[in-house]
């Protein structure tokens, strides 16, 4: 291959080799560049509608390197807010959530209303006429905008709307979004972990079901121990699978999994006696939206990515989990479990142990996930080795989970994104 | 009937030994600790007093994962713990704090150290247990490890038993 070409990528679909260039991520500047180009271009994930349900309620959260508060105002709109006093810069809102109706500054005492406009200023008739209060209300994003609950911001006015940017992964928010007729819900409780690792890393990781059985074995063995019937379902060779590219960088893996499914996939570790209700269930998917599209819901697990930085994966549970590089080396993530909003007390039980046994820091999966990113990282020291290779099932007509589409996918975009001039970009259809 | 309260001695001899056994990866009979129905929490960070079957914890192990959990890191393809990180735990401000029908409740400091790649990490909080006597002996019903950081930044992950 060729070592000395100097760009990011190599993407050669005559001979089906794509390589992307280790400097991707271990370099400063690429990262300051990554900041500029990608974080501030694209929709990113804020939070959910759900976490903000009444009026005056509030999370203070940090999205692409700044604080914001994302607050529901007491005209009952979600907004997303740059937490910083529009006087000298403190932070308004010091609390990590509750319900308020007035956000104050602690420095000076500006007050400012849940609708972020300043309704307080001590003294104010010490500035001259040209000081407009209605000038001084908390900033915003240029663009903030939700699909189907999922409240994402944009730091650039000029980037398409957060639905014909979502593109084909609107299909894929769609199918986790009709898991209830209720709608659904961020479960309380957020895991907030980190890596030792790019986050790019991360990103190939959350959807590359190449790693599944070297890296995930104790997981596989432990579904054997407690009784899951395995047999056809092999995470190598699943009965069902697809990998799409979504457009916009956006990508998906969509397979039969071994693992039971707390929304309608039954399997024997979660006890006969529940059976009769997984049917039912089932059964009312299959009246709501048809046999196949019924049985995408219930039995198929999909592994999301909506670039750059949100996963959506629906496996054992729902999580959703979002991460930010604070070094090359460094990223923080953030995850939740998304569940249907009715769901009832005992079956919300089952959802979340069926989570921990794969997912978080603590599970029997994600730190493996976590070893082998930093693994990774600390390979990339070996700067003589330039390249990382991601050609796996380039030159074959329908690659599998485990070829590496959904990662060439976002590299192709990524690497748009940080070559193209940087004056005003054309915008490309998906 | 009132459950009699053991010592604190009593107590942090339990303790004691079982910060050794972890630390020494004598994970079988850290096991051997428990009861059959023992349970082994680690909530959220910004969640520390919520209940496991509506909040998601870092941790929740029934029995079964409970013995998963050691047999797992005992094999080889626990990769986050292959090679074994080295672990020290300072357990302190032990307290015998009361008793619900047969469970005698006690509380502890913790800061665990943990090693690896050069790196050290620091896990600190406090451990909420449940113990129940059997003859001569006291058992670990519950362990709940309450972490005060704020976030397992940049510890990234509890691959070990906390």
Redesign the interface.
Known sequence: MDNSADGYIVDDQDKGLFRVNRRAFTDPECLADERRRVFDKCWIYVGHDSEVQHAGDYRSRNVAGRPMILVRGDDNVVRVLLNTCTHRGSLVCRQ?SGNAKTFQCPYHAWTFNSRGQLVGVPGEDSYSDAFKRDEMGLAAPPQVDSYRGFIFACFDAATDSLYDYLAGAREYLDLVADQSELGMKI??????????ANWKLLVENSYDGYHGLP?H??YF??LS??GVDMKGRDVATPSYQKAVDLGNGHAVVEYQSAWGRPIAHWVAPFGEHRKSHFEEVRRRFDERFGPERSRRICETSRNLGIFPNLVINDIMAITVRTFYPVSPD?M?VNA??LAPADES?ED??LR??N???FL???G?A???D???L?SCQ?GFANREVGWSDISRGMKRENPSITDELQMRAFWRRWNQLMTEPRVKRARKAA | MSTELPSRQEVEDLLYKEAALLDEWRLEEWAGLLTEDAVYE??????PE?D?????????DDA??IR??VK?LL?K????ENPRSRTRRLITNVRVVGAEEDRILVTANFAVYRMR?E?VDTYIGHYDYKLVRFGETLKIRERRAILDN??????????FIL
């Open positions: 990590k479960v309380a409780g957020q895991q907030s972990y980190s890596a030792r890296t074995q104790r063995s432990f121990d407690i460094y923080e939740w479990a007390a919300s039980a979340l142990d989570f921990l046994t978080g820091p603590g029997f994600t730190p493996d976590v070893e082998m930093e600390r | 680690v909530p959220p960070t910004d969640a919520g496991s079957r509506n909040t998601l914890f870092i941790i929740a079964v994962r998963s959990r797992q094999g393809a626990a990769w986050s790649y790196s704020e976030a397992l930044r940049p510890h990234g992950k509890i691959s």
